[in-house]
Every structure is written in structure tokens, then in C-alpha cells.
């Protein structure tokens, strides 16, 4: 499958979709459900069992369609893509942490490179008030007009979790326990989970609870600090998809009637938590958007990207002196380096796999960027061109089946990679497959060890309902979703936006003003978000989770 080109529109005021002379909608007020995970296929069946009154009438009532997500397809870049506008080459997110190819480390990703320039912020600087509850990538929470709780990225009560930070108190006095909504594993029971039926209900009884307390404390602020934009954000979604795929789909209720009812139980919760939060904003001049992230689909296999560019002979595991040598630099190396799962003869390695993502992402090993290189810079595109045709190539030796969906050279994809010092290569797995980081000698695949759970899947979905929203149905990516909401709320468009303004969704189409603006203008890295014991903290969260390896 080609990979879309996220810059195809960029051609100013005409990648967006528009009537000339059409008079806006008149939307004064924004109300967005993010349902982390969820895709049509899923929703609809949960629809079909009676589960989701509520997002039923809303897919019926107004325009529906597949959202496709960010490569890589997965929480971080996808989420911070629907904030800002921009595709990851731009914001530079393709990962929960953030990798220095020169020092070899990895560090959690905060919103200091992002400071002001969400959808949030520009609601707030065009007059309107903002409340954002819960939404992932917004740590540190940021000043604004309006207020933000920031999610389950956040280290805990111990850092700051609100801003204003006065509204913290006013949270743990409304939500006691609002400590469980950022760790949703603290009393999760791993050992069971599969086999026990008794401790799969109770697990999913913890979601369904947490997926009540956050509706309950969002539409509790949202009362008594009224907003004009107000977001919404359930993680529990995507656990449900990552910890009971199996029985979440129609199949499920042959294999297991009770798990699939659970199952449908938490749906039934869902919608319930969406309908009480759209009765906590008033409905008149108000645009609804429901969307996620990503989708979902079955988890069959994990590949070892590494353990396949030694197959190529592109990665060189080290042997006796390299040995040696990889011991002592292991020993003298304070910094916090993640490996690849072997020792690595890097003066004859062209490429490798530094991080685990739903997508692979491969760097060239470049003298000059990475610490031990060995490709000259003048010879740079001609191994990343045979790398990427090896990789196209690839059938596993040991059983002759082939991994990819699609493998291509990042630079038309990312805007400022070589900026950011983001990946050379992206491998776009079949259904089905996941990457992990660690290499093993003579394994490149293995089957997943949670055959119930569910895969990341490009395609999730997106609702939009109001007063002069088309009825019907039409595929969106996530990258358009800033831009129509600021043209809906009469908000300016910054030119630097990357998606295209909606107007094929409503009746009178869609008049956008935009704003020219720079997206590098007054950037900063920001100073870090995270203290090392905090990153420790939230690395350890996000493995339980099974984001990183």
C-alpha cells in the first residue's frame, strides 16, 4: 500500500475546503469526545448490540467517517496532530520518548516544543474559554483561558496535574481518587486476566468505574468553570481494545458469552459517560465532534526489525574484539542508552531500529549523527535506497512469510526530520504485526504471547453533529480536525496548519480565515517536564501498558 503524502495539500488557502462567500455555521461552543483506540468496525457492532444508544444517534444524526491516524498510528502523534494541525515530520513527536541519535538516549516527550500553538491556545487567544480534561500530551499542564487537567501521562498528584494549579485542590476534593484515573494499573490483575473469568470482569470493572469518576469530575468542572471549547479524553478504550479484543467483536460472544458481555458492559458505560458530558454544555450553537486516535485490530505476531537487518546483513551483531569493546563502553557509559538486545559491531552496521512504535522506524547508522557511524555522509542515500529495497525484499528465511505493508524514505514525509534528527526509514507493518526493538539471533518473529488482545490500526473515526452538519459519510485524516474546528468557531487558521478545513461536512460549506504564521516562529525545546524518578515512573506505566518494550 503507498503511504499518503501529509503535505499533498499544502498549496496555502486552497488546501482548504471552503464555499466563497458562505456565511460560517454558527458555532459558539465546541464539545470533543477523544475515544482513544476506537474504530468504526467495533462501534458499530457494540451499536448493533444496543450498547451505544447515544454515539448511535450521533453517527445517525450527523457526518461520520473513518479518521485516518498519523504514521506512526499511535497515541503520541496521533493526539498531538489533532492539537496542533501539523503531522509528526512537523511537530517532531513519533514516539512517547524522544530519541537523540547522537547520544543514543531517550527521553518522554513534554509540551514545551508545543507551548501555544494547540487548538486550545488559539481558542483562548481569539477570546473563547477552554477546558481540556484528561487528553494525553498535555504535560505540564499549560496556562490558558480556560483550564487543563492533563492525563495519564502526567507523573501523579505529587507533580503538577492542573492549571490552573489552584484547581488542584478543588479536583481531589471533587474526585478523591483521581490518583486512579492517571494509573489506570494500579489494582489491574495481569495474572488471571486470561485464563479467569472472574478476574477479567473485575479488571474491566475498573474501567468502567474510571471511565464513570472522569465523566463524573469533567462534567463536574465543566459546570463550575463553564467553557466555551471543551475537551473530554477516555483512555479506557484503548485498554479494553488492547486487553479484550477478542471478546470485544461479534465473534466474541460464541468463544466466551460472559467475557463478551463484560465487554458490552463497558460500552454501555462509555456512551453513558459521552451522553452525560454532552448534557453538561449547552447544546445551542454548539458543534459535536466525537473522534479517536486509532483503531484497532487483531494481535497475531511480533517481528524483531533488528533481528531482520541482520538477516540482511545490515546490522552486525559484535564478535570477540567487538565483544570486548562493547563491554567496556557498557561500563564506562553513564547515560541512559537502550540497546538493541545484543552487543553490535558498529563500524560494520549500516542500519538499525532504536525504539519500538506500531511503526519501525530505522535510522542509517551516519558518521557525524550517530555516536559510533560508519556510513559516509556522501554515501547516505544510496544505503538508505538499498536498505529500503531489502527491506521491501524480505521474506523471512525460516518460514518464508513477508512482514511489511509498505517501506519508504521518511524525507517526503517528514517535514523537518533532518531538524529533528527524526528517523531515515518507515516500516509499515501488515495487519496483524507489531515491532518490537530487541534483536535475537536467529528470530525475527514470534507469535504474540496475548492472543486476545488488539493491534493499533491506521483507520479510527470521527462524528461531527450541530446544527447545519451535513448528514453522511466521508474519510477525514486526524490532521484536518484542527483547522475545521477553528474555521467552525470563526477562529484564523495558521497558514502553517497541514490538514484541510472540513466544508464538505456541512450544508453551507465552510469560510476559512487564515492567519500567516510560521510553526518554527518562537519555538523552544522548553526545559524538561519530567524529573529522571518521574520519567523512570511513567516509563514503567507506559510498559505495563505495553507501549514500550
Known sequence: MAMPDPHSHEKGLDRHERTQGAIP????????????ALGWPVVESWIEAGAMPFLGALRKQGHRGALRSTLPHQTPAAWTTFMTGVQPGTHGIVNWERFDPLEQTECLHDMGRLEGKTIYHHVSRAGLKAGVAMQPMTYPPFELNGYVLSGFDGPGLDAPFAWPREL????????????KNLNPDTEWREE???ADDAVFCANLDLLIE????TARLATDLQRAHPTDVWMVYFHDPDLVMHR???WSVPEGVRENPRRHAKVLEYARALDEACRVCDEAM???????????????RADRLRVRLNSVLMDLGLLVPASRLGLLKDFFRRLTDKAKRKGVGLPIDWARTKAFMPFQACTGFVYVNLKGRQPFGSVEPADYEKVRDETIEALRGYADPRTGERYFEAVGATDGLFKRKDALKLPDIYVQPNPGVEFVRRAKRGEA???????????HDPEGLYVLSGAGVKPGESPAHICDLAPTLLACLGVDVPSYMEGSALGRCFEAGLQVKTRPADWEEDESTGTPGYTAAQQAEIESRLSNLGYLD
Open 25 to 36: 455555521p454558527p458555532y459558539r461552543r465546541a464539545l470533543i469526545l477523544g475515544l482513544d
Open 168 to 179: 488542584e485542590r478543588e479536583i481531589l476534593e471533587r474526585c478523591p481518587e483521581h490518583g
Open 192 to 194: 488471571g486476566h486470561e
Open 210 to 213: 474510571r471511565t464513570r469518576r
Open 244 to 246: 479484550a479484543w477478542r
Open 282 to 296: 449547552p447544546s445551542e450553537g454548539r458543534l459535536t465532534l466525537a473522534l479517536s486516535d486509532h483503531g484497532q
Open 445 to 455: 518473529a514470534f507469535p504474540t504471547k496475548r492472543a486476545y488482545a488488539g493491534l
